[in-house]
């Protein structure tokens, strides 16, 4: 995958509905050549798919986080399904490092956010965490 195609899926991502036309204008090709290339990422499995995404999809909460835990022997596997089962957590990541366990939350209000921490800093398994707030995001 070279710069055109990465730009071709940039400009993908932020319409999945770009015409062939309108993507060979944008990345200053010819419509055979985007054309090409699109079939090519899809051929080889670098674009696997298109989806919609509706307005409630692109809703967030106002207020959002990253809680990082830090899990006792081999609990990762139980306090994952347990976070996995708080409405508020919008997704769970195993990672390497420091961190265990990244929980990304979103609630509508601070005291809201404060309660889930502390719900979830109560369960056995975890013993020790960090959270940051997600102040703004630009994709």
Sequence with gaps: MDDTDRRLIAHLRQNGRAGISDLAASLGVTRTTARN????????????????????????????????????????????RLLSRIPE????????????????????TLEQFDRVLTDIRRNDGITKSETNLLLSSRR
């Design 37 to 80: 290339r699109l079939e090519r990422l899809q051929t080889d499995g670098e674009i696997i798919g298109f989806t919609v995404l509706t307005r409630s999809d692109a809703a967030t909460h106002p207020v959002r986080g990253l809680m990082m835990l830090e899990i006792a022997g081999r609990s990762a596997e139980k306090v994952s």
């Design 89 to 108: 957590v919008q997704a769970v990541h195993s990672t390497n490092g420091i961190w265990d366990l990244i929980a990304e939350i979103g609630t509508d």
